[in-house]
């Protein structure tokens, strides 16, 4: 191919700036064509089950069945809000989130500061904190259940510090808890990478500038690296929490919800009823009030952060 | 043209170097840290790296014991060391007790499948949008990056029951219902707006003066595609690839309720089989271990990709 002539690329560039060309009869026949593969799946697989999210709530679906789904109105939340468990399953939800986001939020951000130093093995120590990412939760889950026994590998190890460990998960007081902690442990590699892509796009001059002031370690944290990560930190936020709303499987493996419901979730709660009971209406406006929960804390965050822009 | 090239793509390969290089940070000029600071810096490093690493090496360690001596090791280093009665015995046991190499078969199927066909399926619709363009492409754009808020969980109990009402043409003729089938475990997750999404970034990086050059060689857009801008988007591929993979690989909750026939499972729902009766540990291990092994043989094989393309999940905000 030849090189391309400043006269060329002129020429290319005033074509792309005239909007309106842009879209030849032919070449829009080709983009819709290789669009349609993924409109056609996305639209059975994503829009659609998103509208019968809401459709479904105010019928009586079930999973098999040989009649129809009729409408029912609000049947379905008028049933939900009395519905001891959903309320048990929201409080967890909630719980873990709001516990879960900052303790693996900031945890991964001092992983990442210890891994984001110029040192001989650095790479080694990112590896390893790496390690339970890419081991599926459904094996973590098995392996702490192991662990967390009551005679199990955990307590045995605060034994040796003195320490009587409670019957982690057998306990309502404690099961929510050990979920929170090895959930911590599985996903806060995840976010160090995170944390740590947001820490090098911080310019190395501001650091030395901050030295030249005479900063110490904490004083170029608070004012070089903490506003420097405004953007990563947003994201982290928001991503946790989700995730952190959709907790499933570690209680389905560990606890099954139990005991006494102290770690029911609403997910959990909407396979329960939508696959083990069939129930697909109900399990649907389940899915509605997880669903309203991701949109308030998303808009919230959204608020949040808008805000801040305009202090700025 | 070389030249444009290497300015055009910098932009996203700037976080190849995510992984490689630490942050030019404090120790600059003579700013040594103290070497008390730095020891206990390191001892912190290290007791994190047991705390994150000794886990695993519990769980390979385990495989190869008894469960009696798994639990008389409990109380003492031996816990994660391989020593006393080893054997494979636990790997023996767990194919006697379930049909693994079937289960093994399905996962690899399932995924390799969904990725593959993800890339292609999910590069062209980027495609479209970025280069080609149309009428209306911001507004379809908009779309697909509005639903990346919603959760799969708030999908899955509804999807489930769509996919028992979705008609299919196969080999057989028309059936009905998709559940217990291979295909409910692969095409409703190949278009994906996440990957659209990162295909579209990286094409908007690529120099646009080389369409350009193509079409006055006389080269259609499809052409372009697949012998101009794919062959330069090899980051952004791994990118995708990596985070449908790891995804499909560990799917638990969708097949869990959508596939019913032994013969159809993948690896994670089979896990299940041994929290019935006669719980063996040692087997526990095992399963655990040869179903993440693969994963852990592609991450340190591929370890500079996967870190990548983590770090780049995270450009979004």
């Not at chain 1, 409109?39 to 089950?49: K, M, N, S, Y």
């Not at chain 1, 098995?142 to 005679?151: D, G």
């Not at chain 2, 519990?58 to 280093?77: A, E, N, T």
């Amino acid at each position: 191919m030849s090189t391309i002539t400043a006269a060329e690329n002129a020429s290319a560039t005033t074509l792309r700036e005239r909007k309106p060309a842009k879209g030849s009869r032919s070449s829009t026949t080709t983009a819709l064509l290789m669009l349609l593969p993924a409109a056609v799946l996305l639209i059975t697989f994503l829009l659609i089950p998103i509208g019968l999210t809401f459709g479904l709530a105010f019928t009586n679906a079930r999973l098999i069945s040989p009649r129809p789904a009729e409408f029912i109105g609000t049947d379905n939340f008028v049933r939900l809000f009395q519905d001891e468990t959903f309320w048990k399953s929201l409080r967890n939800t909630i719980v873990f989130a709001v516990v879960i986001v900052p303790l693996q939020s900031a945890c991964a951000l001092g992983l990442a500061l210890l891994v984001n130093v110029k040192m001989r093995g650095v790479n080694f120590f990112r590896t390893v904190y790496f390690l339970p990412v890419v081991t599926s939760m459904v094996v973590v889950s098995m392996l702490w259940l192991f662990m967390y026994q009551k005679n199990g590998l955990i307590n045995e190890v605060l034994l040796k510090f003195g320490i009587v460990g409670p019957d982690w998960l057998g306990d309502p007081k404690t099961a929510l808890l050990a979920i929170i902690l090895m959930s911590a442990w599985q996903a806060m590699g995840f976010h160090m990478v995170i944390w740590l892509s947001g820490l090098q796009t911080i310019p190395a001059d501001l650091y030395e500038a901050a030295d030249l002031d005479g900063a110490d370690t904490w004083q170029k944290f608070r004012y070089v690296t903490w506003p420097g990560l405004r953007a990563t930190r947003t994201f982290i936020l928001i991503t946790i929490t989700i995730s952190a709303f959709a907790l499933f499987t570690q209680v389905n493996i560990m606890t099954q919800g139990g005991p006494l419901d102290s770690t029911s979730t609403l997910v959990l709660m909407a396979v329960r009823t939508g696959f083990q009971q069939q129930q697909t209406g109900y399990a649907s406006a389940i899915s509605l009030a997880f669903f309203v929960l991701v949109l308030a804390v998303t808009l919230l965050n959204r608020y949040v952060t808008r805000d801040k822009d305009v202090v700025r | 043209m070389i030249a444009t090239l290497t300015t055009g793509t910098s932009g996203t390969e700037g976080l190849a170097h995510v992984a490689e290089t630490a942050a030019p940070e404090q120790r600059r000029g003579g700013d040594r840290p103290h070497p008390a600071r730095h020891a206990l810096g390191l001892l912190l490093r290290i007791v994190l790296c047991l705390v994150f690493g000794l886990p695993l090496v519990f769980m390979v360690v385990s495989s190869f014991k008894p469960d009696l001596q798994i639990f008389d090791d409990l109380g003492s280093f031996k816990a994660f060391l391989p020593t006393g009665d080893i054997s494979t015995d636990n790997y023996t046991g767990v194919f006697g007790r379930v049909p693994f190499a079937q289960f093994m078969t399905n996962s690899v199927v399932i995924t390799v499948v969904t990725v593959v066909l993800g890339i292609v399926v999910n590069s062209m619709a980027a495609f479209a949008l970025s280069r080609i363009g149309f009428r209306g492409a911001g507004a379809v754009l908009g779309i697909i990056l509005a639903t990346l808020i919603v959760p799969f969980e708030t999908l899955a109990l509804p999807l489930l029951w769509w996919s028992n009402q979705l008609p299919f043409l196969g080999p057989d003729g028309i059936s009905q219902g998709w559940l217990d089938t291979y295909q409910v475990q692969i095409i409703p997750f190949i278009a994906n707006a996440f990957s659209i999404f990162l295909f579209y970034q990286y094409f908007d990086s690529i120099p646009k003066e080389l369409d350009e050059a193509a079409k006055v060689d006389g080269a259609g857009w499809f052409r372009i595609y697949r012998s101009i801008v794919m062959p330069l988007s090899g980051p952004a591929i791994a990118t995708v690839a990596i985070l449908t993979f790891l995804p499909m690989w560990n799917q638990y909750l969708w097949p869990l309720m959508a596939v019913q026939t032994e013969e159809l499972r993948p690896v994670m729902v089979g896990i299940d089989y041994f929290k019935q009766l006669n719980t063996s540990w040692g087997q526990i291990m095992a399963y655990a271990t040869m179903i993440t092994a693969p994963v852990l043989v592609l991450f340190v094989a591929f370890q500079r990709s996967f870190i990548n393309s983590i770090a780049s999940s995270g450009v979004k905000g």
